[in-house]
C-alpha cells in the first residue's frame, strides 16, 4: 500500500486524488512521499523510504533541496498552479495605490463631528490619484506570474516593459507582443513609473531592489514585491522612502525595519491564498507525486530533470545517481551480468545529479532485479534504485 504523510492542510481536490489512487494518507510514519504548503522541514528526518516531496505551491525554500538531491529525493513544486491568484492581487495593489486608497480610507475613519460630509469634501483632494493607462510598468522576471501581470498591464492601458535573462519559450509566446523588452534591469528602473518583481530568490536577485538599483528610479515609483522577499534590501528601501524617490512600496512579505509606515503597504503573504489557487496547487503537485511514485516520471521537480517515457515492459528500474562518467555504461553491464534484456533507457542530468529509467525482461525477472538492485547499490555515486512493476502487463 503506498502511502503519504502531509505537514500543512492541504486542499481537497488533491487528497482525493490520492485517495482515489489507492494512497493511505498520514497513517505511517515511514511514508513514500511527504506533501506540504509552508512547514520547515530543514530538520526534518528523513527515512531511507522517502522518494518524493510535493511542494503545494512555488517556493522551495523550506525544503533542503540539496539534502534532498543527495538522498535521492525528488522535490516537486507545482509552477503556474497559483500565477493567477498572485496576478490579480498585484494589479489590485497597482490600483489601490495609485488611487491612495489605503491612505484614504484610514484618514476618513478617523473623521467626527457634525460636518463630516463638510470634511469629506474638503479633504479628499489630498487623496487625488493617478490613472494606470498611459503609465510605464516593468515586470522583473517573465515566468507564470510575471507574464501574467505584463499581459494585464498591456489591457489596462500601460506601456509594459519586461526584463528577464532566463524566459522559457512557452512564457514568451504567451506574453503579449506589445510588451518591450530591456536587455539590462537597470532600464527598469530608469524608465517606469510602477516597477513590479516577479523572480525566484537566488544569489543574482538577492537585493536585486537595493541601493544601486534604487538609486536611478524616477520620483514617485511604485515599487511592489510579491515573489521573494530577499529580492528587496530593506535599507535601501527605507533611504528612499524617506527621501521620498520611492512613493509606494507593497509588499507580500513581512520587513521589520519598514513596518509601521504609511507608505510601506504591508500583506501577510496572501498571493496564493485564494480557494482557487489552493486547490489547483494541491491537484498538481498530488498528481506529479503519483505519477512519479507509478511510473518514475518526472515533471516539475526542482531538483532533477523531466523525464518522461512510455511504460510498456514488465518492469521498470528507477536509479538516481551523481552525474559521473560511465554511470550509463555501468548499469548497463551490470544488467547484463544478470541476463536481463533492456527494453528502453533514458538517462538526463540535471546539476551534479542524473536521473535514469530503465524498461527491463526476461525470464525470471523479479529474482535477477532483486539481485542486480543489491549489487548496484553498492556502485559509488548511486543514491537510489527502485523496481516499478507494470499494472497492465503480467
Known sequence: MKKINTLDNIAEPGLNYLRKQGYL?????????LILRSSDIHNYNFSSQLKAIGRSGVGVNNIPVDECSEKGIVVFN???????????????????????????EHWINRLDGEDVHKQVEAGKKMFRGQELMGKTLGVIGLGNVGARVANAGIELGMDVIGYDNYISVKNAWQINQKVSYCDDVKDIFQQADYITIHTPYTEETHHLIGFENLSLVK???????????ETVDPQAMLTFLENGMVKYFASDFYFEELAGREDFIMTPHLGASTEQSEEKCALMVAQEVNNYLESGEIKNS??????????????????INENIPNMVAGISRYLADEDINIEK????????????????SGDDLLSKVNTFMEDVMSVKGIKKIRMIQNPHTK
Do not use: C
Not at 494518507?25 to 512521499?33: C, K
Not at 494589479?91 to 486608497?101: D, F, P, Q
Not at 520620483?219 to 522577499?229: F, K, P
Not at 533507457?345 to 527491463?360: E, F, H, P
Open 302 to 319: 526542482v531538483n532533477f530533470p523531466n523525464v518522461e517515457m512510455t511504460f510498456n515492459a514488465p518492469l521498470r528500474l528507477s536509479i
Open 78 to 104: 507545482a509552477p503556474g498552479a497559483n500565477a493567477n491568484s498572485v496576478k490579480e492581487l498585484v494589479i489590485a495593489m497597482m490600483i489601490n495605490l495609485s488611487r491612495n486608497v489605503f491612505q484614504a
Open 219 to 229: 520620483t514617485g515609483a511604485i515599487i511592489l514585491n510579491y515573489s521573494r522577499q
Open 25 to 33: 494518507i498520514n497513517n505511517d510514519q515511514e511514508p513514500d512521499a
Open 345 to 360: 533507457i533514458i538517462n538526463k542530468s540535471r546539476g551534479n545529479y542524473a536521473y535514469t529509467l530503465v524498461d527491463v
